[in-house]
């Protein structure tokens, strides 16, 4: 192959990959949105692709983020760390929490699902301000192939079987080499 077919065999994969994750991004937003009002009338939290043959190539499940925690005062965390656990501050020009005990703590805080950790030394319990405990991405939904998905999906697309809404189909798709 030339390099000038190479040129415009890229060109027209990223015009083709480009507008495929536009309307992907869409597809994505209004399933979710389906999903959602779904399991909130029904309680369904997940739904089957399935080809017009009734093959189904996919699941797409809803996914509930995990809450973790997160300094969201640095410095009333700060504050709180020099005053309970001063060997952890690190002294420079600026005080800083050591970032392992952070990471530490912040762990903790995780696994409890609240912003308060225990000494272990004392075994007192302490309500650690600057840190909220929340979900750190919002809710989506999870895409799972069948064994035989994508090959299915490849398939009825290059038989004209597949049409995609938004998605003008070329004439032919090859994967390329042939001259």
């Given at each position: 192959?030339?390099?000038?077919?190479?040129?415009?065999?890229?060109?027209?994969?990223?015009?083709?990959?480009?507008?495929?994750?536009?309307?992907l991004?869409?597809?994505?937003?209004e399933?979710?949105?389906?999903?959602?009002?779904?399991?909130?009338?029904?309680?369904?939290?997940?739904?089957?692709?399935?080809?017009?043959?009734?093959?189904?190539?996919?699941?797409?499940?809803?996914?509930?983020?995990n809450?973790?925690?997160?300094?969201?005062?640095?410095?009333a965390?700060?504050?709180?760390?020099?005053?309970?656990f001063p060997?952890?501050?690190?002294?420079?020009?600026?005080?800083?929490?050591?970032?392992?005990?952070?990471?530490k703590?912040?762990?903790?805080?995780?696994?409890?699902?609240?912003?308060?950790v225990?000494?272990?030394?004392?075994?007192?319990?302490?309500?650690?301000?600057?840190?909220?405990?929340?979900?750190?991405?919002?809710?989506?939904?999870?895409?799972?192939?069948?064994?035989?998905?994508?090959?299915?999906?490849?398939?009825?697309?290059?038989?004209g079987?597949?049409?995609?809404?938004?998605?003008?189909?070329?004439?032919?798709?090859?994967?390329?080499?042939?001259?």
């Amino acid at each position: 192959m030339s390099l000038r077919d190479l040129a415009l065999e890229e060109a027209t994969l990223k015009a083709l990959a480009d507008m495929v994750k536009e309307r992907l991004t869409a597809v994505r937003l209004e399933l979710q949105s389906g999903l959602d009002a779904a399991e909130k009338e029904a309680g369904t939290r997940q739904i089957a692709a399935t080809l017009a043959d009734g093959t189904t190539v996919a699941t797409l499940s809803l996914t509930d983020p995990n809450p973790e925690a997160k300094v969201t005062d640095s410095d009333a965390f700060k504050a709180w760390v020099m005053e309970v656990f001063p060997s952890e501050i690190e002294r420079r020009f600026v005080a800083e929490v050591r970032e392992a005990f952070t990471t530490k703590l912040l762990a903790e805080m995780t696994a409890a699902g609240v912003p308060r950790v225990v000494d272990k030394d004392t075994g007192e319990l302490h309500d650690v301000p600057g840190v909220q405990v929340k979900a750190t991405r919002s809710r989506n939904h999870s895409l799972r192939f069948k064994p035989t998905g994508r090959a299915d999906i490849t398939t009825a697309w290059q038989s004209g079987a597949l049409a995609l809404p938004g998605i003008t189909r070329p004439a032919q798709i090859t994967a390329g080499g042939a001259e």
